[in-house]
């Protein structure tokens, strides 16, 4: 072969490797991104914390502390707020669950000792704010944080001011807070796309203009900061809207254990509970015009013998009794968990922190929600029955339940056993040792998504983000 000819392919051969030195070298640089977050240290060269580092800012007190301060003075908008936002966020205590089944001297052990609280289902922003003034990689310094955290009270201002309020007083709040961050210098450094908060209501609390209902709601992750930032609710909208920066976390429940003890000793409880339910609801029914299957549920539960349903009509109010909520899910095998005013429930958490595997009838229900607390292979930990077999009458929920094997229905019950520590938070005025709390979780979800979005837009090229800063307090168009 001629030099004429073998000369370009030498050319091409020497081309070919300097760019994969140039390749070997960027992604050699991206690879120290903070996404390290377990809590062993040993890749981390010595320092646990290593990618871990959350900044957090310290608001105006109006933003938080105020609405917590002030509560006796919001009575009107929020019955009962001193009580529920009590002890941390956790509300007041409940007697344990054994006292329930007089398994202890003198009728059962509860005190608040044990963990066990009448926790509000949108008392998320408290808590989890509390549980962040104990993480154990807080930095003051700015620069070296991989996230920051805004400790915004998003769901409570929601509750403030959602009824008897035009839109502007709504949504003043938000609009405020994203003035704010966006004349801080930690913002420019990545134009809120490393910033995180909590919105302890489901999204479309913060969606006015997306849901078309002008009476209902804020406009908080549609203004354009915050849809640079990530947002933790307790329910997603991005499976149905196809995009956004809402990622949901588990909702509140009653237990919140101080050590790793109160964990494991309740894996014990509920893994050895006696179960003589088949099956159970929990709920009130929902009008016909809804489309909702609760009527169909709750009349197929009264014709059987091997269902309980605990309801709230006609005065009854056992459906939020917490008590008379775990003793019911610690004596069912599987708790049914149909949509009610969304697509998600708290009950859903409360009945596998019992023990109890789901049955979910949407796939929104948890399926598309929660990617960081529930396993991806849902067969694993529940049960799914579509909505529209139950409206039809094309299905028998208890012959369903009952052609399961008991074997596989023991392997679901271990599975929910498993992951029950990381659905339930902590006890913010305590530190948990080796167990994972729903928390732990969490912040390992937001750390791992920013070094994705932080790698994503280095290879892009500047870091660029979504929105420009200078329109950060705008709503975005859809």
């Known amino acids: 072969m001629s030099a004429a000819v073998t000369r370009p392919w030498f050319l091409v051969v020497v081309a070919a490797a300097f760019w994969a030195c140039i390749l070997y070298v960027r992604i050699s640089v991206h690879t120290v991104a903070p996404s390290d977050v377990s809590r062993s240290g040993d890749d981390n060269n010595g320092d646990p914390c290593r990618g871990r580092y959350v900044y957090v800012h310290e608001l105006p007190p109006r933003f938080n502390a ?77 620069s070296a944080a991989a996230a920051v955290f805004v ?84 329910e997603s909208s ?20 101080r050590a790793d003890a109160d964990v494991l000793d309740w894996q014990r409880r509920i893994r050895s509970a006696d179960r003589p339910w088949l099956m159970s609801f929990v709920g009130a029914p929902r009008p016909r015009k809804w489309q909702s299957i609760r009527p169909d549920i ?24 917490p008590s008379e909520i775990m003793r019911l899910f610690r004596s069912s095998t599987f708790c049914l968990q149909p949509r009610g005013d969304s697509a998600t429930r708290r009950s859903a958490f409360d009945a596998m922190v019992a023990g109890c595997v789901p049955v979910f009838f949407h796939p929104r229900s948890a399926y598309l929600q929660y990617k960081w607390h529930l396993p991806s292979d849902h067969a694993r930990y529940s049960v799914f029955i579509p909505e529209d077999d139950v409206r039809t009458g094309n299905v028998s929920i208890e012959e369903t339940l009952r052609r399961i094997p008991p074997a596989t229905v023991r392997e ?24 994972k709390d729903a928390f732990d979780l969490a912040v390992e979800g937001v750390l791992n998504k920013v070094a ?25 168009s859809k």
């Not at 509750?159 to 003043?172: C, I, K, M, N, V």
């Not at 704010?180 to 908060?197: C, K, N, V």
């Not at 809402?246 to 909702?251: F, K, L």
Request: charged share 20%; aromatic share 10%; hydrophobic share 35%.
């Open 151 to 234: 400790p915004f009270y998003a769901g409570f201002e929601f509750s403030l001011h959602q009824w008897g309020y035009d839109e502007a007083t709504r949504d003043a709040a938000s609009r405020d807070l994203a003035r704010w961050l966006t004349s801080r210098p930690e913002w420019r450094r990545a134009s809120g796309r490393d910033h995180f908060l909590v919105a302890g209501r489901t999204a479309w609390d913060f969606q006015r203009d997306t849901i078309n209902i002008s009476v209902w709601g804020t406009n908080l992750l549609l203004l354009d900061a915050v849809r640079n930032m990530t947002v933790l609710v307790i």
């Open 298 to 321: 709750i009349v197929q539960c009264a014709a059987s013998s091997a269902c309980r349903h605990l309801g709230c009509t006609n005065g009854e109010k056992q459906c939020h009794t």
């Open 412 to 435: 679901m019950q271990e599975e929910v056993v498993r992951i029950m520590p990381g659905l339930v938070y902590a006890d913010p005025r305590y530190t948990l040792e080796t167990v």
């Open 452 to 476: 994705d979005q932080t790698r994503s837009a280095e290879l892009l090229g500047g870091g660029v983000a979504r929105h420009s800063s200078s329109q950060d307090n705008t709503i975005s």
């Open 66 to 142: 105020d609405m917590l301060s002030g509560c006796a003075k919001l009575e009107g908008q929020w019955p009962d707020m001193c009580k529920q936002v009590s002890n941390a966020g956790l509300g007041e205590p409940l007697l344990h669950p054994d006292q329930l089944d007089g398994e202890a001297p003198g009728g059962g052990a509860l005190t608040n000792s044990s963990g066990w609280y009448a926790t509000q289902q949108f008392g998320l922003d408290a808590i989890f704010h509390a549980r962040m003034r104990r993480y154990e990689c807080l930095t003051n310094d700015s």
């Open 238 to 257: 991005t499976s149905v809207i196809g995009s956004g920066s809402d990622v949901a976390v588990p909702y509140p429940t009653y237990f919140h254990p």
